[in-house]
């Protein structure tokens, strides 16, 4: 009797207690590179089709927004997945288009906070499906988003682009040649066939497959579609450090 009295109360009280509103922002994660507001480069990651989560691991983006902060960038990850939810312009359509237009929305929320400084260089980084979203925004006019300046891809998907894809920014791409989710001839045949590909640089990686940045990933998962790579790991971040690393990018401050 007591315990039905309990529940009761429990029940009614929860559905007393005030509902918390959530919206598109609650899933655009702003990471600075240092508590002052000062302007500083800044980067937008773009997760793969799982979101946030990678089999468990929901560390893996913040874990390499940490590695950007420590390179003086400031960063913002785009849980476009869960966001999507909120934005109904953004539910329709190929995902590269619908990837950016959440992004337009974030970048907004953020520079109206005074975050990412026009007159400081940008560059967005998508893996896997968030590959789609990062050539959408590579391929833009530089004013649609100004600061925008390098575009950066982990075995990013293909699947949605145009055959007359043209990128407006460098773009450095990083792809296993054993990718059995992203295949490495599918990114070789695209970028074979853009009239401008002297912007883009990839970089294959012999007998490496998905996931090979993703630190969790110590066993081959998903039937052996995912393994990380220590090596393959650490060949792309050096690579990333001569690109992107500290004092890479700048602000044209006045």
Not at 186 to 202: D, H, M, Q, T, Y
Request: charged letters at 20%; hydrophobic letters at 45%; one cysteine or more.
């Amino acid at each position: 009797m007591l315990n039905r009295i309990f529940r009761a109360m429990l029940a009614a009280a929860l559905l007393s207690a005030p509902l918390t509103a959530e919206d598109a922002n609650d899933h655009f994660h702003w990471r600075p590179a240092a508590a002052e507001t000062k302007p500083r480069p800044w980067a937008i990651l773009l997760p793969g089709a799982s979101g946030l989560d990678i089999l468990g691991d929901g560390g893996h983006y913040f874990r390499f927004a940490d590695w950007l902060n420590t390179r003086g960038i400031d960063v913002l990850v785009v849980d476009y997945r869960n966001a999507t939810r909120f934005l109904p312009e953004t539910q329709k359509g190929k995902p590269g288009t619908r990837i950016a237009k959440i992004v337009d929305h974030a970048v907004a929320v953020e520079r109206a906070e005074g975050r990412m400084d026009l007159r400081c260089e940008g560059v967005v980084i998508g893996w896997s499906l968030g590959g789609e979203g990062m050539w959408e925004l590579a391929a833009r006019d530089h004013m649609a988003m100004p600061g925008l300046t390098r575009a950066i891809g982990f075995y990013p998907s293909v699947r949605g682009q145009p055959k007359s894809y043209t990128p407006n920014i460098p773009v450095i791409a990083f792809q296993g040649t054993d990718d059995r989710v992203t295949k490495a001839k599918n990114l070789e045949a695209f970028v074979a066939g853009i009239a401008r590909a002297s912007n883009i640089s990839v970089t294959f990686y012999p007998e490496v497959r998905h996931g090979f940045d993703v630190q969790s990933l110590t066993s081959p998962a998903l039937g052996d579609k995912l393994l990380y790579d220590p090596n393959a790991d650490a060949s792309s971040k050096a690579a990333l450090d001569a690109s992107i690393g500290q004092g890479q990018l700048g602000c044209a401050l006045d």
